[in-house]
């Protein structure tokens, strides 16, 4: 089938959560199967339950000339750009292609709020008023985030902050696809940064879907899902002679909106299968192409049912996991951080096994790992679900790209 997508390299990407900052430490703990959860971490938080916290946020501040920035979800996008040589690969792209052609796209859910959480606590007492020194449109606002990092990676190309619950920073892949695809840029930094706060824990607590125990996603007696805090990023780049050579690429991507409810899936997994259908179409691949799944798996008893069922659908018994056992969910971030999983896994050539998951359940009938599988892993389909019915899927995978003539500099 003839891919309806041209493949991007993906020349670098890097992940911070729970499991650590930078690609190594995050594939060691899925590979020894340890999970970040954890009680406390969150002083602002006192139910029982765990968090897949990143450990020293709070003691990285922004200063200087960018201070008023400052807010946890900004730092923490700016400990996850700092990993794995990330702004040096971004530097020489900005080169490459000129400033002006290359894109920035991240996902975020709820930004910053937690800085309106905190300002709102320290309201004047007489009037009510916010304290003077909050900045709305530089912490709490979603594009805070995009105009952040753009400022300090030093690009000029267009720019979006995306924001569809869970699939927002699956999503910046697609949107930053389609940018290169119509020819408005070379090159985009993609990712997705979100950070704890009251609002998801408490919001997501009286929606009862937040487990007082870590996620067991896909297990019998999975109870709810696990609140977690990362920073994703990855440079995807058009293939010309110039492009260094990377070996792994996305393939294609699929969206889907079943807008079936504000908060549970369509109970037949339609928006689900078709986001998966479409980054197949895309692609020009089969289901049998696809080695492994990286399935969304919040361990809700009913999302997990539902995706679980249309996976098997489309691609039969195929090995299959959910990380947010190790690294909870992520939210708007979830969709990049899954998708940096899915090039470690294609770089590493291992499955990762799903963690805490102990008894699947066998009413979803799909092949899920409860034990890391090593061995050649030629493409990967990850699945990144949100509320509202807000799909997308992508694919990623190891393949030798043929180089394309482009312009390397644009205006």
Not at 19 to 29: P, V
Not at 68 to 75: K, L
Not at 191 to 198: A, E, T
Not at 231 to 237: K, R, S
Request: glycine share 10%.
């Amino acid at each position: 089938m003839p891919s309806r997508h041209t493949p991007l390299a993906i020349t670098h990407y890097t992940v911070t959560s729970c499991l650590g900052r930078g690609l190594e430490s995050n594939y060691r703990a899925l590979l020894e199967r340890r999970s970040g959860l954890r009680t406390g971490g969150f002083a602002l938080s006192d139910l029982e339950t765990f968090l897949g916290v990143v450990e020293g946020v709070e003691d990285e501040p922004i200063a200087g000339a960018f201070a008023r920035f400052d807010c946890r979800n900004n730092r923490l996008a700016q400990i996850g750009l700092k990993q794995d040589g990330f702004m040096l690969g971004v530097e020489r792209a900005r080169v490459r292609w000129g400033p002006k052609r290359v894109g920035l796209f991240i996902g975020t859910s709820t930004a910053g709020v937690l800085s309106t959480e905190l300002a709102f606590g320290r309201r004047d007492p007489m009037t009510g008023a916010l304290p003077p020194d909050f900045d709305y449109a530089a912490t709490h606002s979603p594009y805070a985030v995009v105009q952040y990092v753009r400022h300090i990676l030093q690009l000029h190309g267009p720019s979006a902050s995306i924001s569809s619950a869970c699939s927002s920073s699956a999503k910046a892949f697609a949107s930053a696809s389609r940018m290169i695809e119509v020819g408005l840029i070379d090159a985009a930094v993609v990712g997705g940064v979100d950070s704890l706060c009251q609002t998801t824990i408490y919001g997501f607590n009286s929606l009862e879907l937040l487990s007082p125990r870590p996620c067991r996603p896909f297990d019998r007696d999975r109870n709810g899902l696990s609140i977690g805090e990362a920073a994703a990023f990855a440079l995807i780049e058009r293939q010309s002679a110039n492009t260094p050579r990377s070996s792994v690429a996305l393939l294609g991507y699929g969206d889907s909106s079943d807008a079936f409810h504000m908060s549970s899936p369509h109970p037949d997994g339609k928006g689900a299968r078709i986001a998966m259908q479409q980054a197949l179409y895309n692609a020009g691949l089969c289901a049998t192409d696809i080695d492994y799944v990286n399935l969304h798996g919040t361990a809700t008893p009913s999302n997990d049912f539902v995706e679980g069922c249309a996976v098997a659908a489309l691609f039969g018994e195929i090995p299959c996991s959910s990380t947010k056992g190790a690294t909870g969910h992520t939210l708007g971030a979830a969709g990049a951080v899954e998708a940096v999983i899915a090039a470690i896994a294609l770089e590493r050539n291992f499955m990762p096994a799903g963690v805490n998951t102990r008894t699947p359940d066998e009413k979803i009938p799909v092949t899920y790992l409860l034990e890391s599988r090593t061995g050649p892993v030629r493409r990967v389909l990850t699945n990144s679900f949100g509320f509202g019915g807000t799909n997308c899927s992508l694919i990623l995978g190891r393949t030798e790209l043929p180089p394309m003539p482009t312009r390397e500099t644009g205006p």
